[in-house]
């Protein structure tokens, strides 16, 4: 069974940074591709990054690029998202997810997802 953790999400001021990690087991995490997705109040799931199972193909949304750096350790199956210069349009839930497979996609179903951590930017 796929299984995904997430940690790491908290309060922050504008301009500082999170770190967020995601501990996965329960399959071959070295393999496929890894996605961050975020969820704003009352908005629907939207894409942040997605990494390949090499750790050298990433990507990101427009939104986070050059102030978000998604990375991968497959040895330990984590995953991690270091956030930097917060906004407060970066509060949201954010999750891991996997599509298990190597499309590198930036688009749904996402169906294997965690339970999310909170991330607010706010003074």
């Known amino acids: 069974e796929v299984q995904l953790v997430e940690s790491g999400g908290g309060l922050v001021q504008p301009g500082g940074s999170l770190t967020l990690r995601c501990a996965a087991s329960g399959f071959h995490f070295q393999s496929y591709d890894m996605v961050w997705i975020r969820q704003a109040p009352g908005k629907d799931l939207e894409w942040v990054s997605t990494?390949?199972?090499?750790?050298?193909?990433?990507k990101y949304a427009v939104a986070v690029e050059g102030r978000f750096v998604i990375s991968r350790d497959n040895f330990n199956a984590t995953l991690w998202l270091q956030m930097n210069n917060l906004r407060p349009d970066d509060t949201a839930i954010y999750y891991c997810?996997?599509?298990?497979?190597?499309?590198?996609?930036?688009?749904?179903?996402?169906?294997?997802r965690g339970q999310g951590t909170q991330v607010t930017v706010s003074s």
């Open positions: 990494i390949a199972p090499g750790r050298i193909r990433r």
């Open positions: 997810a996997t599509d298990l497979d190597t499309a590198f996609r930036h688009s749904p179903p996402w169906r294997h």
